[in-house]
């Protein structure tokens, strides 16, 4: 309200002072008016204090005036200096307005217009993240190299790097090696270490080493324990690669530490819908709903939420989140998702394509591969598949894709069982593939093989989805008694398990001598295989 009583004042006596007022109060009306997140005001008022600044002399530019305090203005940082605009900083500030409002070419091109030796740390920061969004790759690595060396500890940009592709050993160069003045030779030692080892954590990250990235990350908790920042990113990496447990105790640790986090909340959301914790889930966003409703990951988990409930209501809470931000990957994730589960495969790998753009992972391949077989296009699942794996070679979960693909179509079983028993071999705990080989098993009708591995499974692990496909096969080998205490196991160790609930509510009409699914499901199959059949011959 005082920036309008600022820029209609006359307080200057003649025209190039008064200018050069004008200038200055409509750069301070337009800071107050980004503070009300009133970016398209504020960016009027930035290019009108440009405008003054042609109409002033240079002379002037650098003059001191004793009008207005300097003392009153050096506090703020985003205020401009008395003695001169500063009009690099003004452009910055269109540059921001424009960002914030999402015109990323004008915000790039209004920053390019700056030169590259009048940039700022946080400039260099800003047009390396808009050349990444235009996919100007050179240029984006280029800006991040350029804020580590004047700044190691710029971390957005380790990360950045990192993600682009460059070496460990590359961004590491970048440091200084000798110690700043004043500062004692360990001192500088220790913190280049604790960095080099950052570094390379989000190196082996990005390269889908996931194991050797949690290995780096767990020895920098040793240097900076209970810090929130590396919980939540051994957190993420524990649920990218399905060590579930573990990630739900880091996202639990750092909630307790700091439980006005919203950083990755919507991938704990996603744990917790998989484990089927109703009550954890309402809890988490009943308290994200009261810090900040209107970020991207509070949308999501609002997703997740109604997922169960009203797929069509949880779709447009995925789409609400990604018109806020459309590089947030778990909005792309989520709405793939959901629109496989209302039948529109198409839409489903346009936004499973976007998360794999930002950045592949195993979710995006997942979801593309199930989206092509839900079209019947088993050429680019199988395409999509082997990307996966040649991207992962060490992951479990990328061979048991290739191995969906190929369990898709008859021709291919065999081809699936080398896959999914490759995928035990590497990693044996990995549950999916055990239940993928155990389907496979009984499609092909050896139920004894498939009852004689899950069995072999139940020892060690105590999981509500090994009873639930054990009671499938009993179930279809007419062994109802074995069936029923497995649906009544399954239940036990997850009351809100749907699948478990819809098999034991079958399995009781199935006793009283009625099933009425038989026949059509019978039917699909054959479609299925039929068409399977006919694309495994033509990519063969």
Not at 144 to 158: G, Q, V
Not at 188 to 211: G, M
Not at 372 to 386: C, F, I, M, N, P
Not at 509 to 518: E, L, Y
Request: with cysteine; proline share 4%; glycine share 4%.
């Amino acid at each position: 309200m005082l920036g309008c009583f600022l820029v209609s004042s006359n307080a200057a006596a003649n025209a190039e002072a008064n200018s050069l007022v004008k200038a200055e109060n409509l750069v301070i009306h337009g800071d107050a008016l980004f503070g009300q997140k009133e970016f398209r005001r504020a960016l009027n008022m930035y290019k009108q204090a440009l405008q003054q600044c042609k109409i002033i002399p240079k002379q002037i530019m650098v003059n001191p005036r004793s009008s207005l305090s300097s003392s009153n203005r050096s506090s703020s940082p985003s205020s401009i200096n008395i003695s001169a605009i500063n009009e690099n900083e003004v452009k910055f500030k269109i540059t921001l307005c424009h960002s914030a409002l999402n015109e990323n070419r004008a915000a790039l091109m209004e920053l390019e217009g700056i030169p590259s030796k009048a940039r700022s740390l946080r400039m260099n920061l800003t047009l390396g993240k808009l050349y990444r969004i235009s996919r100007h790759n050179r240029a984006s690595i280029s800006c991040y190299k350029d804020c580590l060396r004047h700044c190691p500890f710029a971390l957005e940009a380790i990360t950045a790097l990192a993600e682009l592709g460059v070496s460990a050993k590359d961004i590491i160069s970048l440091f200084p090696q000798t110690p700043n003045r004043g500062r004692p030779p360990f001192e500088h030692l220790d913190s280049i270490r604790w960095l080099q080892r950052y570094v390379e954590a989000q190196c082996c990250v990005a390269s889908n080493d996931y194991k050797g990235g949690l290995e780096h990350f767990s020895e920098l908790l040793l240097r900076f324990p209970n810090n929130v920042h590396i919980l939540l990113e051994m957190a993420k990496v524990e649920a990218t690669i399905g060590r579930n447990d573990e990630s739900i105790i880091n996202f639990e640790k750092a909630r307790s530490m700091d439980p006005y986090v919203v950083t990755y909340m919507d991938e704990y959301a996603m744990l917790l819908k998989a484990k089927s914790d109703q009550s954890k889930l309402s809890r988490l966003i009943h308290d994200l709903l009261s810090i900040d409703p209107g970020r991207p990951e509070v949308l999501v988990a609002l997703s997740v939420l109604w997922e169960r409930k009203d797929e069509r209501r949880a779709l447009a809470y995925a789409e609400k989140s990604l018109r806020i931000d459309d590089r947030h990957i778990c909005g792309h994730i989520m709405k793939g998702n959901l629109c496989l589960l209302l039948n529109r495969p198409d839409a489903a790998v346009t936004a499973f394509r976007g998360a794999q753009e930002l950045r592949p992972d195993l979710r995006s391949y997942q979801g593309l591969v199930r989206s092509y077989l839900a079209l019947s296009k088993v050429k680019e699942a199988l395409y999509t598949a082997r990307e996966a794996m040649k991207s992962m070679p060490q992951s479990a979960k990328a061979l048991k894709i290739v191995g969906d693909v190929h369990a898709s179509n008859v021709g291919g079983r065999e081809k699936a069982r080398k896959f999914y028993e490759s995928a035990l071999r590497l990693e044996p705990g990995f549950l999916g593939a055990a239940l993928a080989l155990a389907e496979l098993h009984v499609v092909e009708g050896r139920n004894k093989d498939a009852v004689q591995l899950l069995e072999r499974y139940l020892k060690d692990w105590a999981d509500d989805s090994l009873h639930i496909k054990l009671a499938q096969v009993f179930a279809a080998t007419n062994m109802l008694s074995e069936a029923l205490s497995h649906y009544q196991a399954a239940l036990r160790l997850n009351p809100q398990n749907e699948a478990a609930k819809k098999g034991f509510e079958r399995l009781e009409k199935q006793m009283k001598g009625v099933d009425p699914d038989a026949p059509e499901e019978d039917e699909e199959d054959d479609v299925e295989d039929a068409d399977g059949e006919q694309e495994e011959a033509e990519l063969l």
